[in-house]
């Protein structure tokens, strides 16, 4: 249950970073110009803020079943999660941009807030640390590190709310591979989350599968369909 609730906890602050093909031999003076250039290899900030919604159907498995995650986003912060088994909705949760809420023996109630406390930082679809925005996020860079023999940027980025992540972006592709965040500091407990597969779908370049996990606990999710400004309404948040 620990392990659901993290997942549910990392894909519904909807922070993944997503990029496309770079030049390898960029010249990189600071965290800033890191994420500047994966910015670009997306598409560029113009066409990311052109983009209002994002609908994901995600495959994997819990407890040995074949189930779907079906993830809805609209900007600038709204977010919808549901667990699917057989076409069946089995959970669901959403943020309608100030609460968030659950259903759970088929009632509606209020969630846990802890859950999408990064969600009132967020302006736009992407994180993307938020396409630079300074007043939302400090960076540094911590020199490189390497992600299943890749090397990467390594980077350190902390939000207003005090919350910390370190994000590992290729320095062949400017992608990211990897990201790490606290999510208990007390009970020292992370989340990791590592992205592969990534194509191209119209304008913009996203992964398609990624291995989260926490404390030695790893689950594999893979991206089978991706609609871009489509297949989300404001009644998916009510």
């Not at 993307?128 to 992600?147: F, K, N, Q, R």
Request: with cysteine; proline share 0%; aromatic share 14%.
């Amino acid at each position: 249950m620990q392990i659901f609730r993290i997942f549910c906890f990392v894909l519904l602050q909807m922070t993944s970073f997503h990029f496309a093909d770079s030049q390898s031999n960029t010249s990189i003076k600071d965290a800033y110009n890191v994420i500047s250039n994966s910015i670009e290899a997306m598409g560029g900030k113009e066409y990311l803020e052109s983009i209002h919604t994002l609908y994901s159907d995600v495959k994997t498995e819990m407890g040995e079943r074949q189930v779907h995650w079906i993830v809805k986003e609209m900007k600038p912060n709204k977010g919808s999660f549901q667990i699917t088994y057989n076409k069946k909705i089995v959970y669901q949760n959403w943020f309608d941009g100030q609460n968030g809420y659950e259903i759970v023996g088929g009632q509606k109630r209020e969630a846990n807030a802890e859950e999408f406390k990064d969600k009132l930082y967020k302006r736009n679809i992407f994180n993307e640390l938020d396409y630079i925005d300074s007043s939302l996020w400090t960076l540094e860079l911590m020199g490189a590190a390497s992600v299943n023999g890749e090397q990467c940027y390594k980077i350190r980025a902390t939000s207003v709310d005090g919350s910390v992540r370190t994000l590992y972006y290729s320095k062949a592709t400017f992608w990211l591979l990897k990201e790490e965040k606290v999510v208990n500091s007390e009970k020292d407990t992370f989340s990791t989350v590592l992205f592969s597969g990534y194509k191209k779908f119209g304008k913009l370049t996203y992964y398609t599968e990624m291995k989260l996990g926490s404390n030695g606990e790893y689950q594999t999710a893979t991206i089978e369909k991706l609609l871009v400004n489509a297949g989300v309404s404001v009644n998916d948040f009510k």
